[in-house]
């Protein structure tokens, strides 16, 4: 079964990456760039303005178009009461480069202690604008964000400096902000040694990252691209390796020990990642392209292979109010597993790798299952997972059965000894707490919590079920290797974008994600109403 987590001990770190809003709230002030005049004046490249140690990287060659393709959405005329006009903002240019990642702890109470990420952050705007302009949307947007961010009463120091004009403000606690102007040219950072390093880019002493040789797609339809390198990664990963860990046991060897793993794992098998986000007539879509090193590419190639597409009436089992559903289409999921287990493995320690080979056991335990391999070798695909909350505490695996008496050796908390339950012609035992169920039904076997369980046989009764959407269809007929339809909310990025018509406006939007693995890695494609960018967005909602 799955731990519970203790709220105390989770404290800051399972949110880590929500909370890293000073980063994300510099994209919100570029956002509202509308005091700039847009001109002529061609693109400028960015990346050769950002130091050639990035991290993670953000651009947009056209914020005006990025956040029109937004609106564009029939969810947001849906909810909001009028199109705005982003027409001022047309061919600004904004760029972030993130340079390293800074993690403190602060003890709160006896028992809690909040965790915090603070990215070393460069942004850079080319506004178009006259440089009159864009000082004075410096000083005045700018540092009204900075005032508004650190609790007011924010002082400001100008200066020439390197050809251009210099700020720095100062909180109260002496927390400070920088920012340069040059010409149409806006840099802002956290850390002054930001500012010093677009300096030293400028005069030469040091590579820029257009000097990094990293190339993005371009295409008409294309609004955003972003890239994490592979040092990015292994900084990231030991954030992951805190919260994966805590999410995962409350026990202080289990956090231990995958908080050690984990980043061990990603740091060896994931090389980098490229982003794009681009408008098409279904929504916007994310493509992430994870590049991983040439073996684990080449036996994930050889293995993750998905199955013929297989009539199935799985989704029949699958009520209405899902919050998510995933299709599994392996053509061999036991030899899936076992290519994951291998290429994970063998990028620790022999002792390390026996121990997260025991671990991955119980990687289904969500689901009431204690040996995932036994469960594997036993069902066929497709393998549907269905979580009706974000947390999927309360969830459901549906498989077709190949072998019944080894799926039941999978369930080591089930007595299948006892005599079944009924309902309808499912036959349901539960394990001896009454939480967790598993009913087998035709050819289907159908675990995870009791509630859920037996939601998802009274859907095949009712007839009220997801094979009754219009959205199954795509999801049946996908070829990937998985496959997900998911609920999201949207009114937070309306808020943000326009004006909601109505303040208490509830509003769901669907998102369609496809997984594959390509030649030098895995390929992530996920269509939705306002994408990525509106993720980001949605950290500058009003608060409720």
């Given at each position: 079964?799955?731990?519970?987590?203790?709220?105390?001990?989770?404290?800051?770190?399972?949110?880590?990456?929500?909370?890293?809003?000073?980063?994300?709230?510099?994209?919100?002030?570029?956002?509202?760039?509308?005091?700039?005049?847009?001109?002529?004046?061609?693109?400028?490249?960015?990346r050769s303005f950002l130091p050639a140690e990035t991290l993670v990287y953000m651009e947009t060659n056209d914020l005006g178009k990025t956040l029109v393709a937004l609106t564009e959405s029939k969810a947001f005329s849906d909810?909001?009461?009028?199109?705005?006009?982003?027409?001022?903002?047309?061919?600004?240019?904004?760029?972030?480069?993130?340079?390293?990642?800074?993690?403190?702890?602060?003890?709160?109470?006896d028992e809690q202690k909040v965790g915090k990420v603070k990215p070393h952050f460069i942004a850079v705007a080319d506004t178009h604008s006259w440089n009159s302009a864009t000082l004075s949307f410096t000083e005045n947007t700018l540092g009204e964000f900075v005032n508004d961010t650190y609790g007011g009463e924010v002082s400001l120091e100008t200066s020439d400096k390197n050809g251009g004009k210099y700020f720095v403000w100062t909180a109260t606690d002496g927390r400070k902000v920088f920012a340069f102007v040059e010409k149409s040219l806006v840099f802002f950072s956290n850390d002054e040694s930001g500012i010093e390093k677009v300096f030293a880019v400028k005069r030469g002493e040091t590579e820029s990252f257009a000097k990094s040789g990293k190339t993005f797609e371009k295409a008409e339809n294309i609004l955003a691209n972003g890239y994490v390198s592979g040092e990015g990664i292994a900084q990231i990963a030991n954030i992951a390796g805190?919260?994966?860990?805590?999410?995962?046991?409350?026990?202080?060897?289990?956090?231990?020990?995958?908080?050690?793993?984990?980043?061990?794992?990603?740091?060896?098998?994931v090389r980098e990642v490229y982003w794009t986000a681009a408008k098409t007539e279904q929504g916007i879509e994310?493509?992430?392209?994870?590049?991983?090193?040439?073996?684990?590419?080449?036996?994930?190639?050889?293995t993750m292979l998905s199955g013929d597409a297989k009539s199935s009436n799985?989704?029949?089992?699958?009520?209405?109010?899902?919050?998510?559903?995933?299709?599994?289409?392996?053509?061999?999921?036991?030899?899936?597993?076992?290519?994951?287990?291998?290429?994970?493995?063998?990028?620790?320690?022999?002792?390390?790798?026996?121990?997260l080979t025991e671990f991955s056991k119980d990687l289904l335990g969500n689901y009431g299952i204690s040996d995932a391999e036994i469960f594997l070798s036993a069902v066929d695909s497709p393998i549907f997972t269905v979580q009706f909350d974000a947390e999927g505490e309360n969830s459901v695996l549906i498989a077709d059965v190949?072998?019944?008496?080894?799926?039941?050796?999978?369930?080591?908390?089930?007595?299948f000894k006892k005599a079944s339950e009924k309902q309808g012609n499912a036959e349901i035992r539960k394990d001896s707490d009454g939480e967790t169920a598993v009913a087998f039904i035709e050819n289907k076997i159908i675990s995870g919590d009791n509630e859920s369980v037996l939601k998802s046989l009274q859907a095949k009764q009712n007839g009220q079920n997801f094979s009754q959407n219009p959205l199954s269809a795509k999801l049946l007929e996908s070829r990937s290797l998985t496959a997900t339809f998911g609920k999201d909310s949207g009114e937070k990025t309306v808020e943000v974008l326009g004006e909601k018509k109505a303040e208490n406006l509830q509003m769901t939007t669907n998102f369609f994600t496809e997984t594959?693995?390509?030649?030098?890695?895995?390929?992530?494609?996920?269509?939705?109403?306002?994408?990525?960018?509106?993720?980001?967005?949605?950290?500058?909602?009003?608060?409720?």
């Open positions: 079964m799955k731990p519970q987590i203790n709220a105390h001990r989770h404290g800051f770190f399972t949110k880590y990456f929500n909370k890293i809003r000073f980063l994300s709230a510099f994209i919100c002030v570029y956002l509202w760039l509308i005091l700039l005049l847009s001109c002529s004046s061609p693109p400028s490249n960015l909810a909001a009461k009028a199109k705005p006009d982003f027409s001022a903002l047309k061919n600004i240019q904004v760029a972030i480069a993130v340079t390293g990642f800074e993690t403190s702890e602060t003890q709160v109470t805190i919260s994966t860990a805590i999410d995962a046991t409350d026990s202080e060897e289990g956090r231990s020990f995958i908080a050690g793993v984990l980043p061990q794992i990603l740091q060896k098998t994310d493509k992430y392209q994870i590049m991983l090193d040439a073996e684990s590419a080449k036996v994930f190639k050889e799985s989704a029949a089992f699958i009520p209405n109010e899902y919050y998510s559903v995933t299709r599994y289409n392996l053509q061999n999921p036991q030899i899936a597993w076992r290519s994951l287990l291998m290429v994970t493995a063998n990028q620790t320690d022999k002792l390390s790798g026996s121990i190949k072998n019944a008496d080894e799926v039941k050796k999978s369930f080591s908390e089930i007595d594959r693995f390509i030649d030098k890695g895995i390929e992530r494609k996920t269509v939705s109403p306002f994408g990525l960018i509106g993720t980001i967005l949605e950290q500058f909602a009003k608060e409720q």
